[in-house]
């Protein structure tokens, strides 16, 4: 009876953590039936939740949505003035009980286009702050995806390790067998045995350097450093091609720092239009209600005029305007430059780093298995000695690691693509292989 109980309460704890794993955000896909639950962690999934929950756009998002109630505020003409006074005799008045009292309500009002202008220049620095937290976006979605590549490559290189000490003590096995035979020396078991100690060690340092990705991954998706993180589950995507003219276009369109410095060309144009406003004069508008005691009520209109006669202020203002825009004319120029830089630089290392994977996958890690084998062969038969086998192991072991860290940085140099480029590269270039 005892034995039922315990069970029963062993299932219904296995339901509670099989839906708790199942509303765990980490989870790749949702669950099915009978499914167990998912623990990987997509590069899709990152990326939204680091664009969501990164603690510095959220900073820059609330700043955005606080400028955007500035072209309002610029926009609006002042509060009307209401004024009230009393006159009476200075000696033997009734003060305050008067027999004059006024009531005046005035609004001023700025030159025609003024408040137009000052809200479109409210409305610029507005748009000025978005394309600062889309650049900002753009660098966090790349540091997400370097962290996310090198971390895959990290744990490629983890279990290419993993295998190759199942190699090694494979190899051990066969230098034992043979020490035991007579047909090798005792010192052929000791270096196979070394070799696998060194190769613990080895994935000792490997589990450090993956708990350090971790933590700054963590780190840009606004969680505590030590969260539980699903392994990294997407490879580098090996198949975008597009060409030179392409990528410059795309960065000259959707690269947040030259929208920027064309907002900025924008704001100064209108600033110089308004300065240049300035020396055509506000005005205002009352109305007056007095009351004379005994006499009969009045009413009465009031206008005010404002009188720009200090002519050197709205021309320094006008000539600041003008030259803030060469300015910024020219850090757009500059921002163009830099972006058509960036995009060549980050173009030829994507096609670096695809053409070094290629290389492994083809070339290097087949011809590194072939000469492993023939040594291992060779070495049974007595033809090579340990140290022949050891280091055909050791280069088999190099290759593949190698292999997959350039698909790691075959992922971060395509990441770093997309932010010259100011957009995903996927759905937008679908051309021929970049122009050197």
Do not use: C, H
């Not at 030179?244 to 600033?271: C, H, I, M, S």
């Not at 500059?334 to 173009?347: I, M, N, P, T």
């Amino acid at each position: 009876m005892n034995v039922q109980r315990t069970n029963g309460r062993r299932t219904r704890l296995l339901r509670l953590v099989g839906v708790w794993l199942g509303l765990w955000p980490w989870a790749g896909v949702p669950l099915a039936a009978g499914q167990a639950p998912a623990t990987n962690l997509t590069l899709t999934a990152a990326v939204d939740l680091a664009v969501r929950d990164n603690a510095q756009l959220q900073s820059l998002r609330a700043k955005w949505g606080a400028m955007q109630e500035r072209p309002a505020q610029a926009g609006a003409l002042s509060n009307p003035m209401f004024k009230y006074s009393g006159m009476d005799l200075a000696d033997g008045g009734r003060w305050p009980n008067t027999d004059e009292k006024r009531f005046m309500i005035e609004q001023e009002f700025p030159w025609l286009g003024k408040r137009g202008l000052r809200a479109g220049i409210a409305a610029k620095d507005a748009e000025i702050m978005q394309r600062e937290l889309e650049a900002m976006t753009r660098d966090v979605v790349m540091m997400v995806k370097e962290t996310y590549f090198q971390r895959y490559a990290l744990q490629q290189v983890r279990a290419t390790t993993r295998q190759d000490e199942e190699v090694l003590q494979r190899m051990a096995q066969i230098a034992e067998t043979m020490y035991a035979t007579g047909a090798r020396t005792q010192q052929d078991v000791l270096k196979a045995k070394s070799e696998i100690t060194m190769l613990q060690q080895r994935l000792l340092e490997l589990d450090a350097q993956e708990a350090t990705l971790a933590a700054k991954l963590n780190t840009l998706l606004n969680r505590r450093a030590d969260a539980p993180l699903g392994a990294a589950a997407t490879p580098p995507d090996t198949g975008f091609t597009g060409n030179a003219e392409t990528l410059f276009a795309l960065a000259a369109t959707n690269r947040p720092e030259v929208r920027a410095a064309q907002a900025q060309v924008a704001r100064y144009d209108l600033e110089r239009r308004l300065m240049a406003k300035e020396n055509w004069p506000d005005y205002s508008l009352g109305l007056e209600y007095r009351n004379f005691g005994n006499s009969d009520d009045m009413l009465m209109l009031t206008v005010g005029i404002e009188l720009p006669i200090w002519k050197a202020k709205s021309r320094a203002g006008v000539r600041e305007a003008e030259k803030m825009k060469v300015s910024s004319q020219m850090a757009r120029e500059a921002a163009e430059r830099q972006s058509a830089l960036d995009v060549q630089d980050a173009a030829f290392r994507l096609r670096t780093a695809r053409r070094s994977l290629d290389l492994y996958r083809t070339e290097l890690i087949p011809q590194a298995e072939a000469r492993f084998k023939a040594s291992e062969t060779s070495y049974q038969t007595g033809k090579v000695d340990f140290m022949d086998l050891l280091e055909s192991q050791r280069f088999l072991l190099n290759v593949r690691v190698m292999a997959a860290m350039a698909g790691g940085d075959l992922g971060m140099q395509s990441a770093r693509l997309e932010r010259a480029v100011g957009t995903e590269l996927g759905a937008n270039v679908k051309a021929g292989e970049p122009s050197p």
